[in-house]
């Protein structure tokens, strides 16, 4: 549950980079949405390794 947490945490974190983009035409923060989803692809990769290996074990 841990990896789940830190990935909701991430989720959550990027929640207020989100609105100020869609919402009030933010575009430094629409950067940094780019950069928190491209960090929540990698984390989600590495959680989808560690799922296969330990359902392989």
Known sequence: MKRFNQLKGLVDALEVDFEKFYD???NAA????RK?????KNMAQEI???V???KNS
């Open 48 to 50: 989808r390794i560690e």
């Open 52 to 54: 296969q290996n330990q």
């Open 36 to 40: 928190g989803m491209q960090e929540m």
């Open 24 to 26: 009030k035409g933010n």
């Open 30 to 33: 629409g950067t940094r949405v």
